[in-house]
């Protein structure tokens, strides 16, 4: 009993030295008058939905800081998972890879495919995909047809994978792409957390046929909602850019709209925001590093507790500050959220796995040992950016 009671005063006793007065959520946005200032003029212009060049102009400034040729913004991050996986071609005929240990946006736009969400092991390392784990199973379920392999026991076509950088921090993106180059996998990049963040110096969601972003409240850099398809592949552009206002055919006066699909566009006054806010995006990545280094000298020596640190050839965003805590129950992990709720310390637990989401359950899936375990462990910290100062 003493060692439980320990292992949580000596967790807490170090988030106490954050300066209370700075603390209201897990990841705030941060404001201030330049904001105000051209979200006003947005108003003024009357050019708050689809009119003027706010988008455009937000557009290519993701474009030059991510080194994508294409960029196009979205209503949210969760559509542009959607838009980009059905441009890919993703269809009922298809499974798709997806790590179980995951926010629910990448298994609902497979879903809104007619597709199949196929849930996968994690690193315990890095909390995204464990490749050699992912390798070794699709030896196993993977069999070759025309130029394609199928899972040998649904018959469906093993077609795409939604890897996810995990908090800001990067999965081992080398070995992903030698993987699914042998089982002619697409690779469509869950980049929401990870602006900001490089792999190897090249930005994440550069690496597949096409990365998407979040510009979520509770994102580094925010638009109110919203999100981007990255790509720096042309006809999927095309492809994007002709589904995401309706399908409305261009270059015509007449109301004409060519295929089914829905309005994705970002509006005005989001792009607006987002202008100004990219603006301060090193800003915001000088501080929350300051922020990660902290927490890191603060928890190294506390027994059962690790900080999850950006992996080697990596370099994160630090989006959510992030610790596995060894609790010996889940009696004593609802006791340390208790008493953090008492001090009004923000800390967030981690997704549930969804694979044991109700709806969920019975999509296939590989051993999930590690996601089954870890997802009890983790526990977010308050990241917003202004805690670096």
Not at 295 to 300: A, G, M, P, Q
């Amino acid at each position: 009993m003493k060692k439980k009671t320990n292992l949580l005063d000596s967790f807490l006793n170090k988030l106490k030295k954050i300066p209370k007065k700075k603390i209201k959520g897990i990841h705030e946005p941060q404001f201030d008058e330049i904001d105000q200032k051209i979200v006003s003029n947005c108003i003024k212009k009357n050019e708050v939905s689809g009119a003027g060049d706010y988008v455009k102009n937000f557009e290519r400034e993701i474009a030059s800081f991510t080194g994508s040729k294409y960029v196009i913004a979205t209503s949210t991050g969760t559509s542009a998972l959607h838009l980009a996986l059905q441009a890919n071609g993703v269809d009922k005929n298809h499974e798709v890879l997806v790590p179980a240990f995951n926010f629910i946006a990448a298994a609902n736009a497979i879903l809104y495919c007619g597709a199949t969400p196929h849930f996968v092991e994690i690193s315990t390392k890095n909390l995204g995909i464990d490749v050699d784990y992912l390798s070794n199973y699709l030896k196993k379920i993977a069999v070759k047809k025309n130029k394609y392999f199928i899972n040998r026991e649904t018959k469906k076509i093993i077609y795409a994978i939604v890897p996810v950088y995990v908090f800001g921090n990067s999965y081992n993106v080398t070995k992903l792409l030698s993987l699914c180059k042998k089982y002619k996998i697409k690779i469509i990049e869950d980049s929401a957390e990870a602006l900001g963040t490089f792999y190897k110096k090249k930005h994440a969601g550069t690496f597949g046929k096409a990365g998407c972003l979040s510009f979520n409240g509770n994102k580094i850099i925010t638009t109110g909602l919203g999100g981007a398809v990255i790509t720096n592949n042309h006809k999927l552009y095309k492809n994007i850019r002709d589904k995401v206002n309706n399908g409305k055919q261009k270059k015509t006066f007449e109301l004409v709209y060519e295929q089914k699909t829905l309005n994705f566009r970002m509006a005005s006054i989001n792009a607006a925001l987002g202008i100004s806010q990219i603006k301060k995006l090193k800003k915001f990545l000088l501080l929350k590093r300051k922020l990660s280094n902290r927490y890191y000298k603060l928890f190294k020596n506390i027994k059962g507790v690790r900080y999850i640190t950006e992996d080697k050839y990596t370099k994160s965003n630090h989006w959510l500050n992030t610790v596995e805590v060894d609790f010996k129950n889940n009696k004593q992990r609802i006791e340390l959220f208790k008493k953090a709720n008492k001090l009004k310390i923000p800390i967030r637990p981690a997704w549930t796995p969804l694979n044991k989401l109700k709806y969920l359950k019975k999509f296939p899936k590989s051993s999930l040992h590690k996601s089954d375990k870890i997802y009890k462990k983790i526990i977010c910290l308050p990241s917003s950016a202004i805690l670096g100062q």
